[in-house]
């Protein structure tokens, strides 16, 4: 064994990976939730660019969000449909009273969070992006649930910290 403290660089996309599986954990959750509601007091906080091809939000979300959006998921919405094959899902939301549909593809989602159990996730974005998992969601003010909200700012946990370090 050599002394190297440096880590080697993988010839493999271990973070893209990681990110990919990741996102399936918000699937099974939406997915979950489209079929049996949201348990207890889970709700979700999704955050997703707008700009990201494959968005289909009504033209007036886009123009007051014309770069990211937080949807929050907690006591209405409707027609929750999970697409895995074609990698996104769809929710029926009211802004302002105005019911809208919006599609988001998974790969367009910037945050995932579960205030109700500490649970969330950041996602980078990109082959060549770092993956940032976030654990310890504080549970935020109580949020109306017609309107975007910002999502709570868990503590960042760099997924390095895991990683075994070489002697």
Do not use: C, N
Request: hydrophobic residues 45%; charged residues 20%; proline residues 9%.
């Amino acid at each position: 064994m050599t002394d190297d403290s440096a880590q080697a660089e993988s010839l493999l996309p271990y973070a893209q990976w990681t990110e990919e599986a990741l996102r399936v954990v918000v699937a099974d959750a939406l997915d979950y939730a489209a079929h049996h509601g949201l348990p207890g007091e889970h709700h979700f906080y999704i955050t997703f660019r707008t700009t990201f091809p494959g968005v289909a939000i009504p033209a007036h979300l886009k123009a007051r969000y014309p770069q990211e959006m937080t949807i929050v998921l907690q006591h209405r919405f409707w027609d929750l449909k999970v697409d895995r094959a074609a990698g996104y899902f769809s929710v029926g939301l009211s802004f302002g009273g105005v019911p809208s549909i919006l599609s988001v593809p998974f790969a367009a989602l910037t945050a995932f969070a579960d205030p109700q159990v500490k649970f969330g996730l950041r996602f980078q974005g990109g082959p060549d992006a770092p993956v940032v998992a976030e654990a310890a969601a504080e549970a935020p003010a109580e949020a109306p649930p017609e309107e975007a909200a910002a999502p709570a700012r868990p503590q960042v946990v760099s997924l390095d910290a895991f990683r075994r370090k070489r002697d």
